[in-house]
């Protein structure tokens, strides 16, 4: 017996079934594949086969498609083929005519390799046309959007100026029903809209007429035109007045107190019919942040100097929300004529029939701005 030869325990007739068995193994697992590859073979050549005509499934890849204005389903049936998005255009154009006449100009979301049915689907479903975020806020100056538009959307200072040229030409190119005086201020809606690019985001006279509409939507929510003329003004003189409010208050607690002031102020002798009120001054003089008003300011003669002018100045100074706009038709019944926030930081606001019980206020008001001198300048 030699030595160095291992032993093995299983007998020579169980080492020759072992082998035999690891042999048939192996040949079955050799079987198994070779069945896998050719059922994937076959089922790439049978998904092959029944998309001759037409994909199936739900897709691949999302994309973003354009549709421009005036294109009619032909024309998307050719970027969806650009896109790899569908199969045959002539069978897509078919079942999207079963839907609607034509498609919806805009930026849309489809995928690609998707059956014509579902194309057409997505593409008159809204949740997937694509949408761009604009906000303007409540306050601002039309001017002030300017920078908005160019920072955003990448428009020019020079594409404003000549659309806002013809705009101010004819204002109806906007949806402008209300008689202005050379200015789209206070006309434009400040909220967020859901831009559809290219067609609402390259071109700001599309921007200015989606705030337009807005705005005349929510005067007619209001009632704002037969309000005003029941207080004895013209809807523009409501609309300054309303402009007003948004510059002097931002708590709605006091909007309706301040519009019933301005009326008081315009109404009474109180002041010798001027306003007197700094947000106008500043507006002529196109300056911002001024909480106080210096000596120049008080004396430089501009149409928005309400210190020197009775009345209301010729145009609104802001764009107006919606609160100030209700506000300046429903003004809170009152006395008061006089009012200033005596807290600039959490807007608390005091009114005054007064011009003495006004000082008083304003004293409080010095006294804080001593006590805050950053917020005063």
Request: glycine letters at 6%; hydrophobic letters at 40%; aromatic letters at 10%.
């Amino acid at each position: 017996m030699d030595e160095n030869k291992p032993v093995s325990w299983i007998a020579p007739e169980g080492q020759r079934r072992a082998k035999s068995a690891v042999a048939v193994a192996m040949s079955f697992i050799i079987l198994l594949s070779g069945l896998a590859f050719v059922s994937w073979k076959g089922y790439d050549a049978y998904m092959d086969w029944m998309q001759q005509e037409d994909y199936i499934g739900t897709g691949d890849e999302e994309v973003d498609i354009i549709i421009s204005d005036g294109q009619g389903w032909g024309n998307v049936a050719d970027t969806l083929m650009s896109v790899d998005a569908i199969k045959d255009p002539a069978l897509f154009e078919k079942e999207a005519l079963k839907i609607t006449d034509g498609p919806q100009a805009g930026t849309w979301k489809v995928k690609t390799h998707i059956p014509a049915r579902l194309a057409a689907e997505m593409l008159t479903t809204p949740a997937n046309r694509v949408y761009v975020k604009f906000t303007v806020r409540e306050g601002l100056r039309v001017t002030e959007v300017y920078p908005l538009l160019i920072e955003q959307f990448g428009i020019t200072q020079e594409e404003i100026d000549t659309e806002m040229a013809l705009i101010l030409e004819d204002p109806s190119l906007i949806g402008v029903t209300l008689p202005i005086n050379g200015s789209l201020e206070g006309v434009l809606f400040p909220d967020t809209y859901h831009l559809n690019p290219p067609q609402e985001t390259e071109n700001p006279k599309a921007i200015f007429k989606r705030m337009a509409i807005e705005f005349n939507k929510v005067l007619e929510s209001l009632q704002f035109a037969a309000k005003a003329e029941a207080l004895g003004y013209s809807p523009y003189q409501a609309l300054i007045v309303a402009s007003i409010i948004e510059k002097e208050v931002n708590k709605d607690e006091y909007r309706g107190m301040v519009a019933q002031a301005i009326y008081n102020r315009l109404e009474t002798d109180i002041t010798g019919h001027r306003l007197e009120i700094d947000t106008s001054v500043n507006y002529g003089l196109n300056r911002t942040g001024y909480a106080n008003l210096d000596e120049y300011a008080l004396k430089t003669d501009t149409p928005y100097n309400t210190y020197i002018h009775q009345g209301l100045p010729p145009t609104p100074i802001s764009l107006p929300g919606r609160a100030s706009l209700e506000a300046a038709v429903n003004p809170t019944p009152g006395t008061q004529a006089f009012w200033v926030a005596v807290d600039l930081l959490t807007g608390e606001t005091k009114f005054a029939d007064t011009y003495n019980e006004h000082l008083k206020n304003v004293a409080q008001y010095q006294a804080w701005c001593r006590a805050n001198p950053e917020a005063c300048k």
